[in-house]
């Protein structure tokens, strides 16, 4: 049974271009949330998607978008990148919109450089 | 807001002894759940063990148990019969009772070394 599936592994890209992340959730999983961990830092909550809707949005600009799709896979768009959006990108499936204490599973990220 | 705290930037232990590391938190929920997450060089977030806040028994999992002190609110985890490969990053998490606010509140992680 694969757990949670990110790609790409690791990405550089340039200040200002656009960058595209990707995430199948664990099966039997219908809701996506994304968390950026800066290093040396816990991880921390961009949005959750469930139902293929932005359902919670934590404290980050609009440059920071995404989408679900009926399959549930999700997408993690980030446009006009700052240095300082280089880190690892989270992504974690969960059953239901009420998470309990089953919990979240985590994906093994993807490692953004922006130069 | 609800805030974690981890106030252990890095511990070491010996091989197959014990270990404790510290998570404080703060909410004004009653209900709510907590977590022990443990982060290798894998970088996946692997779940340790957890702990729903009504329940004043505390978890056990094994090697891993927990305390937890709810009036305190602390929430502690303990490593017992360490070993090479519990070596990780381990994160304390907060998650509000029922899950409509579903998202985790992770501390900045506790470093582990266990030494042969």
């Known amino acids: 049974d694969a757990g949670v599936t990110q790609s790409p592994t690791h990405l550089i890209k340039t200040r200002g271009q656009q960058v595209t992340l990707r995430c199948s959730p664990k099966s039997g999983h219908d809701t996506v949330s994304w968390y950026q961990q800066a290093l040396g830092q816990g991880p921390q909550f961009i949005f959750q998607?469930?139902?293929?809707?932005?359902?919670q949005r934590g404290n980050f600009p609009d440059r920071f978008s995404g989408h679900q799709f009926p399959n549930y896979s999700s997408e993690l768009n980030v446009n006009a990148l700052l240095l300082g959006d280089s880190a690892l990108y989270l992504c974690?499936?969960?059953?239901?919109?009420?998470?309990?204490?089953?919990?979240?599973?985590f994906g093994s990220g993807t490692r953004l450089t922006v130069v | 807001a609800q805030t974690v705290t981890q106030s252990q930037p890095e511990m070491s232990v010996q091989e197959a002894e014990t270990v404790t590391l510290s998570c404080t938190y703060d909410t004004s929920e009653s209900n709510y759940y907590l977590f022990w997450y443990k982060q290798p060089p894998s970088r996946q977030m692997i779940l340790v063990i957890r702990?729903?806040?009504?329940?004043?028994q505390n978890a056990t999992e094994n090697r891993f148990s927990v305390n937890f002190q709810k009036a305190a609110k602390s929430f502690s985890l303990k490593i017992s019969d360490s070993q090479l490969g519990d070596t990780a990053m381990y994160f304390c998490?907060?998650?509000?009772?029922?899950?409509?606010?579903?998202?985790?509140?992770f501390g900045k992680g506790t470093k582990l070394s266990v030494k042969p």
């Open positions: 998490a907060y998650l509000n009772y029922g899950g409509s606010q579903g998202n985790l509140i």
């Open positions: 998607y469930y139902e293929e809707e932005e359902r």
């Open positions: 974690a499936s969960s059953s239901g919109h009420i998470v309990g204490l089953g919990g979240y599973t």
């Open positions: 702990q729903e806040a009504y329940k004043q």
